[in-house]
């Protein structure tokens, strides 16, 4: 099952901002949940996902994780692939230079304006990381 990534919005027909009952609705129940970081998580076996709940957010869906391999991002199968190639594609879609942080076995890149961050193992694509967008540091701009 394809997935469509869609910045500053969410996956498919989940969007930032929703509930979890709203979320849980659409997807399902999920197989697993636990708190990290004030955030309340659903993992989705299935659909290689994990969605987070921000409680200083009134509990709404604010960032998600996806781990399919069939996730598509600007039109592209990205998760798998080498970080050359995932680069390339990103960088002729956003302009702005990422953060980039090495933590040996991990590497990311955070591309700021689309609340975007890739993470990398072993130089492939491992995980397509977006959340919701700010309007400034205290104001996510829902969908």
């Known amino acids: 099952m394809d997935l469509e990534i869609l910045t500053g919005k ?7 901002g929703q509930s979890e009952p709203q ?7 999920p197989d ?16 290689q996902i994990e969605v987070a709940f921000e409680y200083e957010r009134e509990n709404r869906f604010g960032w ?14 990205l ?6 190639k995932v680069l390339s594609v990103i960088s002729a879609i956003i302009v702005d230079a990422p953060e980039h942080e090495d933590y040996g076995g991990l590497e990311t890149y955070f591309y700021e304006s689309h609340w975007l961050e890739l993470q990398f193992e072993l130089n492939r ?4 990381n977006i959340g919701v967008l700010w309007i400034d540091n205290d104001t996510p701009d829902w969908p």
């Open 125 to 128: 694509l491992r995980s397509i």
């Open 32 to 47: 697993k949940v636990y708190e990290l970081e004030g955030s309340k998580r659903l993992q989705y076996f299935d659909l």
């Open 23 to 29: 979320v849980v609705d659409q997807l399902g129940e």
């Open 64 to 77: 998600v994780e996806v781990k399919n391999p069939n996730a598509i991002l600007f039109g592209e199968k």
């Open 10 to 16: 969410g996956v498919d027909n989940i969007q930032f």
């Open 79 to 84: 998760i798998g692939e080498r970080a050359d």
